[in-house]
Structure formats: structure tokens, C-alpha cells
């Protein structure tokens, strides 16, 4: 077994201090870093190269999240683990946390003298197990929050929006619209640029074109639009009336559901 490069990261001193602990008692790990807030806990990440970083949701100068953002700017290689422990479960904050690159979240409070295990299962077991599709055992354990969870559970979340506003599985639209959604969700930015960011990324997930991914949402949309579904969704672009439109555009369409999903989340 490889040896694990742990950083952790809790402003809590004897929690941290009962973490570096039972992580430097197992062979197999390596703590390469303790700090007690989030901007360390950064410096850690950019001088060490850990293989996974431990860090709370509530830590000081950078907070849990801002500490993702700093680690997303700089595109983190793929087999790091990032687990957040949290005493909060607010399904706003959990989400945000899981779009932003967070693999595992634990839930305060834990046990402390399971944690190096914890560690291993995720960064060895769980990523083979997933990939097997053996993952009975993980996501039935208690303390877990998956990212494979999440984008799951969100995918259901869209396709029964599409479904209550009339929009048939059978389409193309159907799939592509969960997928740009779900980039939406996980990047605002990529609205301020759909023909050059969103589409390409849809498509490129799909095995189609921009071209086709945008021609395909549109009909999915129009479907909509034509059928007989009446609902608080559709309801919110009655301003369009107005303008002389008679229905959204796909940035428009893609936008409001995901702002609808976020909220509702």
C-alpha cells in the first residue's frame, strides 16, 4: 500500500491534535501538514502535495469553502481526496461543497481513533469500489456524503423537473439538459459564455457537437412549451408575454432551473 500525504485542517485544538495523532500512529499515512485555518491549510496544499486534504467547513481566515475555491483556481490533480467534516448538515452549503470538488463529507461529531481508516477506505476502497460498481458497503456507511451521491441525487432532482414540465426521456434535450444543468449548477460562469463554454462541454460528454446540443435543448424546450403541462416553473416566465416571446431561450430555460433547483435544494 502506498503511503498517503495527509494535511488536516481544524480549528479545534484538541480535535486537531487527536487527529495528527491517530494519523501518524498508521503506517500507511504520512501527515505532511496541521494547521487551524483555512489559509494554511492552502500553503499546505501548494507546498506539500498531499494526497488528501481533512478540513473542517468552519475554519478562520479562509473558511472551508473559500479554501475549495483557492484549490479549484489551480486545477488539482485528479486522484486527491478532499473531505470535509462539518457539524452543520445544511443541504445548501453540502451541495455547494460537493459541486466545488469536495469527494467525501464526514459529519461532526466522529470518532477520531476510525479517522486514519476512514482515510484509507476513501482515497484506496472507494475509488476502486465505485469504478467496480461495488459500493454497497460506502454509501450505506453513515458518516459518508458521497460526490457520486450528490450528482445522483441531482440528476433524479432534474429529470423530475423535466418530467413535470412535459419534456419525454426519449429526447436528445432530455439527456443534454440534465448535463448542462448539472455544469450550471457547479459553474455559474459557464452562462456568461454557452456557445463557447457550456455547449462544447455538453457535447463533449455526449459524443455530439455544440451545434447539435443547442438545436436539441431548443426542441426539448419547445416541447415544453407545447404541452399541456401548467405549472409554477412555466409560470415564472410569464414575463415574456410581454416582450412578444413565447417561450424562454435556452440560456433563459437553463438559468431559471437552476436557480429553481438550488433554492429547492
Known sequence: MENIKVVIADSHPKLRNQL???IMQDKNLKLVGVADNGKEAYEFYKSKKPSVILFDL???VYDGLTLLDKIK???PPTDMKLIMTTSLYNDVLLNEALSNGVDYIIQKPYDTEIIAEKIKKIYFLIGQEMKAGKQEDIVNDKYFQTRQNHDKRLENIISNKLNELG????LKGYRYMITAV???MSNEDALESVTKVLYPDVAQKHNSTPQRVEKAIRHAIEVAWMSKENNSFKNQFNYLLSTGKIRPTNTEFIAKLSQNIRISS
Do not use: C, G
Not at 419534456?167 to 426519449?170: E, G, Q, T
Open 167 to 170: 419534456i419525454p426521456a426519449r
Open 58 to 60: 468552519l475554519l478562520t
Open 20 to 22: 495528527a495523532k491517530q
Open 73 to 75: 483556481e489551480d486545477s
Open 182 to 184: 448539472k455544469e450550471v
